[in-house]
């Protein structure tokens, strides 16, 4: 059960990392493609439409961080507890 329990870990690990790189690219969008078009003043509704997609997309990538933090935290308490 130990190595089922260490590999949940891993790959964990790898989602999360990979969630993060996401993130960090979402962010980025934002501030670059959206931002600064809000600062010229050229808003149209293609612009708006890509906030709000961006802005979800942020939420839910948090929310998938969040739980596979709470599962890695969890994984390794029960990993060693159980030595």
Do not use: P
Request: aromatic residues 8%; proline residues 0%; glycine residues 2%.
């Amino acid at each position: 059960m130990k190595i089922v329990s260490k590999l949940w870990i891993a790959v964990s690990l790898m989602l999360l990392l990979i969630v993060a790189s996401k993130l960090l690219d979402a962010y980025v969008s934002l501030k670059y493609e959206v931002e600064e078009v809000h600062v010229s003043s050229q808003l149209n509704e293609a612009v708006i439409d890509k906030k709000k997609l961006l802005d979800q997309m942020i939420v839910g990538l948090w929310s998938a961080a969040t739980y596979l933090l709470v599962n890695i935290i969890i994984m390794v308490r029960r990993v060693y507890n159980n030595q």
